[in-house]
């Protein structure tokens, strides 16, 4: 099987590689190099595979190094004005609804996506995105491929309707798995081999969530509350309860006065029942199925880890920025170590947002796109940039222009 595909970034086309396993799940990545995939443009970066003159280099090193050869890289490129510039954000786990993707299926390659997508993970996500039924859907094993591909889908439709946004992307972030998603957008993964490490991080996230019972809370603040204090009173309440090393904590940094605090199911508790005292103006439990992005996820991480040394990654070909510190990524070691970290930090978003639309005062800004289910990211930007958020715009995925 030969299918052309347009490849997400720059609208440069590719071959889905001939499969030989179509017929078979997989179990490993050397069964899975033998499915179609988005076939990547390798970055010259002569600190891909180590040093040039072959000894080794710390990575805090070699983070700098190519951020050094990155600023050089930038001042040599014609300068592109912010106005005619773009940004993409791709959502996480939380935005999946029952209908998305039925916006998308009249565009190019969205089918086949979808179809290969079936093969790497062994069920219709297609019929589940359509159809649910919606407790499906919601667990984690499913909404987090589903959230991935479903997001790479609406770039084809942004493509498709504006080719200009994608040729002229600067810069791409993605809230927790969809951090994935902008990493293939912009080179870095293949489209394949990045739903492999979504499904293992979705079945080991879900797998840890099943251990403890537990949870995550969404948080809107007073002025004067003190996210880190009330954590430790809700900790200091689960060790009178008996329970041993308790886990409470900022899990997202959504927006001024938004968090969201993820841990044990006795500490959300606490922290509802004594929401005033705590100065919180709204507290709201999240439908997810555990303490993601806090010490709880700890199991997770070595079967992410195992899978992402196995898969193929390369320096991204435009700022991608990593949910745990809200810095850009230098290199594929450094893709591969955060992506590991971040199941066990939190997601700091609004920092992320600061760091990608800081500009000089006058300054216009890029546009922006949320590509994929739900305006989640459009309203942590509205609340933490207003100007910035005037050029937003979001690519639906449930409905489509006839």
Known sequence: MHIKVVVLRKGVSVNMRGATLLNMRTSSITELRSFPFLCRKVSNNPYQHGSQNGTQTSPETKDQLIENELTEEEQRRPKRKPSESSVLLFPGQGSQVVGMGRGLLKYRNVKDMFAVAQKILGYDLLSMCLDGPEEELMKTVHCQPAVFVTSLAAVERLNHENPAAIENCVAAAGFSVGEFAALVFSGAMDFTEALYAVKVRAEAMQKASELI????????GRPQAKYKYACLQAREHCLSLGIKEPV?????????????????????DFLQQNSR?????????????????TALMESATEPLRDVLRQVEVRRPEINVYSNVDAKRYMHEGHVRRQLAKQLVSPVKWEQTLHEVFERTQGQSFPHTYEVGPGKQLGATLQKCNMKAYKSYTHVDVTTHDD
């Open 213 to 220: 019972p537990s949870g995550m809370l969404s948080v809107m």
């Open 248 to 268: 409470c904590s900022v899990a997202n940094y959504l927006f001024p006065d938004g968090r969201v605090i993820a841990g044990h199911k006795e500490a959300l």
């Open 277 to 293: 005292k705590l100065h919180f103006l709204r507290t709201r439990p999240l439908p997810v199925s555990g303490a993601f992005h």
